[in-house]
């Protein structure tokens, strides 16, 4: 058992372990040619309690610490990146965002059904001329009564082609950013798959079209205008802690493939591994796998005892993990050589979802400038007053 | 410490303004100043809520309860007297 879980957690971390073995990994090449995830695994990892791992079991979730629900997604992420995008959208950046500032009735409506799998979400923030700049969406709402009306289009939303509802980020005619929980129903709402993807194939990416769509007040997750500062922020704290796990899940996934590749395959009359050049990418790749794990539980310490500057360690491990999982599979395909490049190993795979995890929840540019900020404020020098006041004196 | 000087610590260690001149008065709107971002006001929710052992709901999220340092602590004084 590891230093950072108990004993009911380690538990279910051994069961997700199998339950990945057994009932993920072999489907993962399948899923991401077929771009579609099965809904019976959605469904079995439902029955588990795994759509609610972090949430309290009030909601039917497992009530896993910070830490744990790291671990979890790691062992789940090393597997299939597909499944564990699920997890990410509505565990982590839907479920959680929805416990902090749901209302009691919007919490008791859908997170059980949400854990159940009877309900599947979407964050739809981003849109086709907005991206990085998040907090200009051009996704509108206007409110006449009780109702709000919202027009726009939203682009590259993860699980919005499945989806049953959508959290909607909008803005109104003084940019005061409000979010909307959408069910798919409503009169107006449209959404369009998008293919060929580089990796997420089987995330059921769509555009989500909104003409005159109403929702009623009650539907407003938040408070009004406090879409982006709170709703945004909050998914997208939750959202970069789960794909720094992914990072890692990547990476060591990638690893195990390039040490068993290495020890197996023969040339010039030697196994792979016998090559300096070759262990010096093995010796990389298992330091910055270590790190990168480092970071991630660093962070999800923090993130368990409330610490203020958890919201930076978590873009910390998630702009590391990332940039360590593009460069480890990078050196994965490198020695499988030919076979690195055909999708007969999982190489090719890995390299292609790891590359995502550098875009998607804040681009690794945008990491850079928080992290700097954050450095830039926690590493200056602070000028020594009492010393200077000894010294004039 | 006082609450009030507890958070002008905690609002100096996040200002992402860096010239050593940054000052800012206990009325001073800190959002418009520029001298803190969008991601500082979810990290002073977090904050304050830790630190003074509240929950903040829907209804007292608007940002003009947290854009002065006297707001926050008129926020935080209510709702100790709630509990
Ligand atoms: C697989 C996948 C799944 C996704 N799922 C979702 C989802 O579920 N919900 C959702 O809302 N969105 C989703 N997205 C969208 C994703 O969040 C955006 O692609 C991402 O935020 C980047 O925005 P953009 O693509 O518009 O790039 P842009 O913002 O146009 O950026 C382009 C490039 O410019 C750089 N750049 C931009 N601004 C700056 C700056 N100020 N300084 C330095 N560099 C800068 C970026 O780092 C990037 O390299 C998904 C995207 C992908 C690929």
Redesign the pocket.
Known sequence: MSVHTCASSARILEEAKQFAAEEIRPLAAEIDVKGELPRSLIDNMAQRGYLAASWPEEYGGLGLDPVTYGLFTEQIGKACSNTRALLT?QTS?LGETMLRFGTDAQKRIWLPQMARAGKLG?????EPN?????KNVQTTYRKEGDRYILNGS???????AIADFFVV?ASDTNGQITSFIVEREREGVHTIPMTG????RA?H?AEIRLDEVEVPAENVLGNVGGGFTYIVSTALDHGRYSIAWAGVAIAAEALEAMVTYARSRSQFGEKLHHFQLVKGMIGDAVTKVHAARSLCLAAGEMRRSGAADAIHETAIAKYFTSKVAVEVTNDTVQIHGGNGCRNEYPAERLFREAK?LE????????QQ?VISQYGLRKYAVKKQKAIRTRKDA | MENKQKIRDFIESNLVVFEDEAVFSDDDHIFQMGFVNSLFAMKLLGYIEQEFGITVGNEDLDIANFSTLNNIVRLIEKHKQEV
């Open positions: 959208v950046l979407a964050f739809a923030l981003s907005v991206g990085s700049d998040a939203k682009k590259w939303i993860s699980f919005a980020i993807m580089l990796g997420n995330v990416i995502v875009i998607i929840e804040g681009t690794s540019q945008i400038q």
